[in-house]
């Protein structure tokens, strides 16, 4: 009888405490001195893995400074803090405290670091792109204001065509802030999955219906291909619809501008594996040296910069679309074969319903 309301006892307690830590922001995991996971909360698991019950917390953080510290020979005064950088895609960032709070217990907190990381590093990216990126329409602005101001017997025509030049710079200039503040709240933000759940048709159908609406195309159409054995299965992902919008309006531009005049921009649909979907943007013209593969998706990184500069590039757009799929947990692949095809290809994580 004893036995039975100890048990209870025991079980109630339990409930309390994950109650409790389900209100915090924080991790929240109370183990044994052997390190048997006794209690977590639903943020500990969101960060470091489901099902932590009556696991070894050894075996799921394995830190140095972790596997170093003894449980059992640690008096109750016991206190000590490290950070933790997960073995992910995301390199979440982790600070773990621990306080023995009993003869048998140890409490942990964890506190997620990755966001705090990211603006730091997006504030020191932020201010070395925009000084970098911004003299170069500065001083050709400030150049030509200069002239103007100078000189007394510019003629209208020269004059006009002046300030033609002006304000294409000044539309570069708008348009860079605003890909600049676009990937910098995206980097911020991808350690942080979506939240709703879409079709993958709907980012692309919108996607086709708003390029077909705005003249980019000339001699050549836009092609959605479905390649799947079942197309009657439903393709429901994790996803935010104007992000992923972004991404493939982002891809299907790249490949009409740098692609051949007269060849259409395909989108292929395939599904290799029931969990997992790909979409590939298929385009046909000079291609990307390979090389330069593996830099593409680097922040104003241009296989050929007066190129990108003529038809109006920022050098961020697939920057954009990397760390968007990041969030998605999507991986992106790249194939490039000269004066042939290229293949943006990406893999998503798709929902069973």
């Not at 400074?65 to 640690?74: A, G, I, P, V």
């Not at 490949?255 to 790909?278: A, F, P, V």
């Not at 490039?336 to 998503?348: G, L």
């Amino acid at each position: 009888m004893n036995l039975k309301k100890s048990n209870l006892k025991k079980k109630k307690t339990s409930k309390y405490l994950v109650d409790v830590g389900n209100i915090l922001e924080d991790g929240f995991i109370l183990i044994n001195n052997s390190g048997r996971v006794l209690v977590s909360n639903k943020v500990s698991q969101e960060l470091i893995g489901k099902n932590l019950l009556n696991k070894n917390i050894l075996n799921i953080i394995k830190s140095p400074d972790f596997k170093s510290l003894n449980f059992e020979k640690s008096n109750k005064k016991y206190d000590h803090s490290f950070v933790h950088e997960l073995d992910d895609y995301l390199n979440r960032q982790l600070r773990i405290k621990l306080k023995k709070i009993s003869k048998n217990k140890i409490l942990l907190t964890i506190t997620d670091l990755t966001l705090q990381r990211n603006l730091e590093k997006i504030r020191r990216d932020f201010v070395a792109n925009v000084s970098h990126e911004l003299r170069s329409p500065l001083t050709i602005l400030s150049g030509f204001v200069e002239t103007m101001l100078n000189d007394d017997k510019i003629d209208k025509t020269t004059l006009k065509k002046f300030l033609n030049i002006m304000n294409e710079e000044s539309k570069r200039m708008n348009t860079l802030i605003d890909d600049i503040l676009s990937l910098s709240k995206v980097e911020s933000e991808e350690h942080i999955s979506p939240s709703t759940t879409i079709s993958i048709f709907e980012p692309i159908n919108s996607v086709i219906s708003t390029i077909k609406k705005s003249g980019l195309l000339k001699n050549n159409n836009l092609i959605l291909i479905d390649d799947r054995v079942d197309k009657n299965q439903s393709l429901i992902v994790e996803a935010d619809f104007l992000e992923l919008t972004q991404v493939f309006y982002n891809l299907i531009e790249n490949g009409i501008k740098y692609g051949n005049s007269n060849s259409d921009i395909l989108i292929k649909l395939d599904q290799m594996k029931t969990n997992e979907l790909m979409v590939s943007v298929i385009n046909e013209g000079e291609g990307i040296p390979e090389k330069y593969i593996d830099r593409v998706t680097e922040r104003f990184f241009r296989v050929d910069k007066a190129r990108s500069r003529k038809i109006g590039g920022t050098g961020l757009g697939l920057a954009i679309v990397k760390h968007i799929l990041i969030k998605h947990r999507a991986e992106l692949s790249i194939r490039s074969d000269q004066n042939k095809q290229t293949i943006f290809s990406i893999t998503f994580p798709i929902l069973k319903i």
